[in-house]
Each structure stands twice: as C-alpha cells, then as structure tokens.
C-alpha cells in the first residue's frame, strides 16, 4: 500500500507539473481543445477508500448483559475499474463506473467477562475482521464549471450498487456478523479536471452513505444487537480518460 500511495503522488506532481509548464510555455493555450465536445469518453479509475460501518443498536441492548459497547474500525481498501462519461450537455455528462475493490472493516465488542479469580467483571474487546471483496457500480451525475484553461472542478452525485462477493464467508471468525450481498449507496462529492497534452487526469473525493441494513439476520447474539448496520464509505479516485 506504502508503494501504490508513493505510485499515486508521483502521477499527481508529474501532472500537475505539466499542466503548469504548458500554460508557462504558451499562456492561455488549451490542451485537448474539443475534448468537452465529444459524446462518449473512456478510461479507467484507481485509487483508495476507507469503509466502515453506521453501527445502530438495537432496542433491546440495554436489557441484555453479556456485551457493554459495540464500535466499529475501518481499514483503507483499494479499487481499480473502467468508466464511462456519456455528454448530456456542456455542464453535466452521466458517469458510469465498474470497479473491483477490496476492503475490510472492523466490528468491535466490549463484552463482559467474569473473572473467578477476583470474583469481579471484566471488559474485553473483541475484535472481528470482515473483509469485502465488491463489484460496485456507480452511476452519477457530474457538473462542471466554466474551465479554465486546462483546469476545470466539478461536484458529483448519484447512486452506487454494490455486490459483494464475500458473502457471509467474510471473515475467520465463526460468530461474526456476516453481510448481505447486496449494498446500495447514495453518493456525493467533488473533484478536479486536469487536461494533459494527450489525456485528462481527475483527481474525485466521493462520500458514500449505504441505505439498507446489511448484516445478515441469523439469530445469533453479535447480530441480535444490531438494529441496524449500514455501509459508510470514503473514496479517493484518480481517472485517466
């Protein structure tokens, strides 16, 4: 991860130092002048995301007795996929993407354990590791401002489908939560455009809030105390188009 995030920083210098050099070089002159006017547009996507959980309790917590407190953790993950821009007029277009990204997030237990020698209670967090293996889908609606130059920024915002492909074989843990397959988001956010010599390069921050309870009701005491579990996403994204 240490290498891909180096990989990441050296393209954006490199970028953003070429974009720099051709506007010293001929002032107010347009790379890729009729790239806005085209229909269709293709490229591919990379970049990292962290992904947790909207723990919600359920009501009957408080009247058991065997787990105190319930977090959540998240790890930073990785997706990689193709996209496609269909042109709906000079400000907006229509985003589609199909990425492959993997991802692990973290359900913390305090559970409360006896402890015969003091004949006193005790906390202990457990820890269950649940990893995602997703193919998403995102659809949104993108509008650009005026550019300037071979700068232009942006705000984004549409759905993402995702189907996960881990299932409720996620984790090693026998008694974790497991998830439903399916997840479907709202998404929302923004970005920047930069028009190189022979592509553009975006640079996207993208928040995405899933709607449905995803844990798997399976009547087990982890699950039983959820009342709900719902996706919670952050996304960083570089398209080459």
Same mark, same amino acid.
């Given at each position: +991860?240490?290498?891909? !995030?180096a990989?990441i $920083? *050296?393209?954006?210098?490199?970028?953003?130092?070429?974009?720099?050099?051709?506007? %010293?070089k !001929?002032?107010?002159?347009k790379?890729?002048?009729?790239y806005?006017?085209?229909?269709?547009h293709?490229g591919?996507t990379l970049?990292t995301s962290n +992904? /947790?959980f909207?723990?919600?309790?359920?009501?009957e917590? +408080?009247?058991?007795h065997?787990?105190? /407190?319930?977090?959540?953790?998240?790890?930073?993950?990785?997706h %990689?996929?193709p996209i496609s821009?269909l042109?709906?007029?000079?400000y907006?277009?229509l985003?589609?993407l199909?990425? $492959?990204?993997?991802?692990q997030?973290?359900?913390i @237990?305090? !559970?409360i354990?006896e402890?015969k020698?003091?004949?006193?209670?005790?906390i202990?967090?457990r820890? *269950?590791?649940?990893?995602?293996? +997703?193919?998403?889908f995102p659809? *949104?609606i993108k509008y650009k401002?005026?550019?300037?130059t071979?700068f232009s920024?942006?705000?984004?915002?549409?759905?993402?489908?995702r @189907?996960?492909?881990?299932?409720h074989?996620?984790s090693?843990d026998?008694e974790?939560?497991?998830?439903?397959?399916?997840?479907?988001? !709202?998404?929302?956010?923004g970005?920047?455009?930069?028009? $190189?010599?022979?592509?553009?390069?975006s640079?996207?921050?993208?928040?995405?809030?899933g709607? $449905?309870?995803?844990?798997k009701?399976?009547?087990r005491?982890?699950?039983?105390?959820?009342?709900?579990l719902k996706?919670?996403?952050?996304t960083l994204s570089?398209h080459?188009?």
């Amino acid at each position: +991860m240490k290498h891909f !995030v180096a990989i990441i $920083l *050296m393209i954006i210098i490199a970028s953003t130092t070429a974009v720099a050099q051709d506007d %010293i070089k !001929v002032k107010g002159m347009k790379n890729l002048p009729n790239y806005d006017a085209k229909t269709w547009h293709f490229g591919f996507t990379l970049g990292t995301s962290n +992904m /947790g959980f909207r723990v919600e309790r359920a009501d009957e917590f +408080m009247l058991q007795h065997d787990i105190f /407190g319930i977090d959540a953790g998240k790890y930073t993950g990785f997706h %990689i996929g193709p996209i496609s821009n269909l042109r709906l007029n000079k400000y907006m277009d229509l985003r589609m993407l199909f990425e $492959l990204s993997f991802n692990q997030r973290d359900l913390i @237990y305090y !559970v409360i354990k006896e402890n015969k020698k003091s004949e006193t209670k005790d906390i202990e967090k457990r820890i *269950m590791q649940i990893r995602s293996t +997703m193919l998403e889908f995102p659809v *949104m609606i993108k509008y650009k401002a005026e550019r300037i130059t071979n700068f232009s920024p942006y705000l984004i915002a549409g759905g993402n489908f995702r @189907y996960d492909l881990t299932g409720h074989k996620n984790s090693d843990d026998e008694e974790a939560v497991g998830l439903e397959k399916i997840d479907p988001c !709202v998404t929302f956010g923004g970005g920047a455009d930069f028009y $190189l010599p022979y592509f553009k390069f975006s640079i996207e921050l993208r928040y995405s809030l899933g709607l $449905l309870d995803i844990a798997k009701r399976d009547d087990r005491q982890y699950t039983n105390c959820l009342k709900s579990l719902k996706s919670n996403t952050i996304t960083l994204s570089f398209h080459f188009e």
